[in-house]
T-cell receptor, first 108, second 115 residues
Framework: GQNIDQPTEMTATEGAIVQINCTYQ??????LFWYQQHAGEAPTFLSY????GLEEKGRFSSFLSRSKGYSYLLLKELQMKDSASYLC?????????FGSGTKLNVKP | EAGVTQFPSHSVIEKGQTVTLRCDPI?????LYWYRRVMGKEIKFLLH????????ESGMPNNRFLAERTGGTYSTLKVQPAELEDSGVYFC?????????????FGNGTRLTVT
């Protein structure tokens, strides 16, 4: 079956750096996505990795290791508005599989 | 461009009643997906349309759920009759390309509560 694991909740301080990990086991792999979801709103696309390595996009970076079935999302210079749930999703050519999401609490 | 829109945003119905959810994808997006998130669990796939055709409906829980996309534009998801376990947030998403290396654009979801 498909399995995607990420921590349920994390807390970090404004201005700090936080790393949200995601491990996955899927029958196929065609890319890994990270989404941000504020309460009551739609998940919004943050990043996409299909090859091993680091993808940087402003304050957000995402890393992928296909051999380890592992990814992380790195958020730098945390802001209060970064408080949200972060969803890891894996596509296997046919459909997307989502993790349960990591709720990030940013404190002053 | 306008995003994916869903209606209603909230729906509270009694067990045994019928509810119809609507999704308007981003214009030009042939791929339309329905997902559901039950409280505390992950977002789970329900089905995938390419234009008006059902590409994959393997995630539909049972025959009480019926999805349509007549004309290949907006889609409806009907639950009839609703059961308590159908409560959750139903998300619609669309994408331009068929391959799963294109990000999904999500609507805000419909929060369904069955009492």
């Amino acid at each position: 079956g498909q399995n995607i694991d990420q921590p349920t909740e994390m807390t970090a301080t404004e201005g700090a750096i936080v790393q949200i990990n995601c491990t996955y086991q899927t029958s196929g792999f065609n890319g890994l996505f990270w989404y941000q979801q504020h309460a009551g709103e739609a998940p919004t696309f943050l990043s996409y990795n299909v090859l091993d390595g680091l993808e940087e996009k402003g304050r957000f970076s995402s890393f992928l290791s296909r051999s380890k079935g592992y990814s992380y999302l790195l958020l730098k210079e945390l802001q209060m508005k970064d408080s949200a749930s972060y969803l890891c999703a894996v596509s296997d050519f046919n459909k997307f599989y989502f993790g349960s999401g990591t709720k990030l609490n940013v404190k002053p | 461009e306008a995003g994916v829109t869903q209606f209603p945003s909230h729906s509270v119905i009694e067990k045994g009643q019928t509810v119809t959810l609507r999704c308007d994808p981003i214009s030009g997006h042939d791929n339309l997906y329905w997902y559901r998130r039950v409280m505390g669990k992950e977002i789970k796939f329900l089905l995938h349309f390419v234009k008006e055709s059902k590409q994959d409906e393997s995630g539909m829980p049972n025959n009480r759920f019926l999805a349509e996309r007549t004309g290949g534009t907006y889609s409806t998801l009907k639950v009839q009759p609703a059961e308590l376990e159908d409560s959750g947030v139903y998300f619609c998403a669309s994408s331009r390309d068929q391959g799963t290396n294109s990000p999904l654009h999500f609507g805000n979801g419909t929060r369904l509560t069955v009492t």
